[in-house]
């Protein structure tokens, strides 16, 4: 008898909402000036899939009598999305897919992801000489951003989230000192130079995850981690700590995070190394230099760690 895994869903539904309930209440850490933002616009990019065995006669038989149309799908998200009243990219995942769960009843569970669009307020001159935020909105067309990802499923007491991880995507760092890779073994097919100090550019993408999926989505927010507030501790190590290797800078990272963040249960890592080929030095100042974009293949690198 054939075995068979199954889902189906919407992806990349891009859904963009006005006048959110604003963030607050979140807890300042050292490193990072963030506290909460104001939601004026609140958007992303947001994916369902529809788990189990409900809809197998539709894989085996062509019975299409229980699917709900993916087009219907992307409608439900957007229609959905006007009753949200939460603050998180988190709590708007966990309430479109409960609302899933309670509208359609032969759905038996579901895994609801989201990639935010981030847009930041231009700043404009104010009365005093200074600047404040308008309600112009700038969109970030490149750089990090948050994600999240969340599956529910129907247990005896109503629909929990079973799972719910979270990251900060997109991440790219430079340091023109303070980084070496030195040391490692040599043979005959090694022709990379020890380096005991050097410039580092690197990818990063990071995931982590909560001591319950509860906390992420507590109304107070003050045991939350905001993805701006990671993008601001990984730039703070990054400055701070000489590496010996890509491998020791994202150890570090991931020891940080911990250390702040006691409701984190698990910190994970992708990171790839973008360092720049030198093209040329100056005789007058050998720290002057001047570099290009390196030639694929790029060294790939990734570390979990758990509590």
Known sequence: MTEMDIYYGKSDVSTYRTYATPLTGITAIPESSFTGRSNTLLAASINVRVLGTAFMSTYTEGDNRLVVATDTMKNFIHRESLAFTGATLEEWLEFI??????????????????????????????????????EVLLERQHGDRSTASLELDRTSSGVEVTDLSAGRI????????????????????????????????????????????????????????AG???????????????????????????????????????????????????????????????????RPPYGHLGLTLRR
Request: aromatic fraction near 10%; charged fraction near 25%.
């Open 97 to 134: 897919g409960r609302r899933f769960l309670e509208t359609y009843p032969h759905m038996e569970r579901l895994r609801v992801s989201g990639t935010e669009i981030p847009f930041e307020p231009a700043l404009v001159p104010d009365a005093d000489g200074g600047f404040v935020e308008s």
């Open 170 to 225: 997109g991440l790219q760092m430079m340091k023109v000192t303070g980084s070496s890779f030195a040391d490692f073994p040599r043979d005959s097919y090694t022709t990379l130079p020890e380096r005991k100090d050097r410039p580092l550019y690197i990818h990063l993408d990071l995931g982590w995850k909560y001591d319950s999926p509860v906390t992420a989505l507590a109304a107070d927010h003050q045991r939350y981690v």
């Open 228 to 294: 701006e507030q990671v993008a601001d501790m990984v730039g703070a190590v990054f400055h701070r700590f000489v590496s010996l290797s890509i491998q020791h800078l994202i150890h570090e990272i991931g020891q940080a995070m911990l250390d702040r963040w006691p409701q984190l249960s698990e910190i994970s890592f992708d990171s790839q190394n973008r360092l720049w080929d030198l093209s040329e030095t100056s005789t007058a100042d050998e720290r002057v230099k001047v570099y290009t974009d390196p």
